[in-house]
């Protein structure tokens, strides 16, 4: 059974950054679309980022782009977002979340194969 643990949240002010680690264990990434989906209360999942696994190719929603950058480490199985200049709408659960399908990453879909347990990132000054 594959897993995905998620580190590096926490409270920063905005304009900062933060960077997010995502290991997985039990199953290998070189064959999983891996990315990242966020939700905040009361709104809707939203597919953040999402990088492919045959070719590299990135995935970033309009909310972020120029802003985060994932990047995944196939030789440590652990995939990292690096996000710069938080602003006051980026607080949310991030989830890592790993799928053979990039398109349903990047859709945020509920059903993709493997889920993290997910890190809380709060914006606050």
């Known amino acids: 059974q594959g897993q995905l643990v998620e580190s590096g949240g926490g409270l920063v002010q905005p304009g900062s950054s933060l960077r997010l680690s995502c290991a997985a264990s039990?199953?290998?990434?070189?064959?999983?679309?891996i990315g990242w989906v966020r939700q905040a209360p009361g709104k809707e999942r939203e597919g953040v980022s999402c990088i492919s696994s045959s070719d590299d190719n990135t995935y970033y929603s309009d909310s972020v782009k120029g802003r985060f950058t994932i990047s995944r480490d196939n030789a440590k199985n652990t995939v990292y977002l690096q996000m710069n200049s938080l602003k006051p709408e980026d607080p949310a659960v991030y989830y890592c979340?790993?799928?053979?399908?990039?398109?349903?990453?990047?859709?945020?879909?509920?059903?993709?194969?493997?889920w993290g347990q997910g890190t809380k990132v709060t914006v606050s000054s």
């Open positions: 039990g199953f290998t990434l070189d064959y999983y679309a």
């Open positions: 979340a790993a799928d053979r399908h990039s398109r349903l990453v990047v859709a945020g879909a509920p059903y993709l194969e493997v």
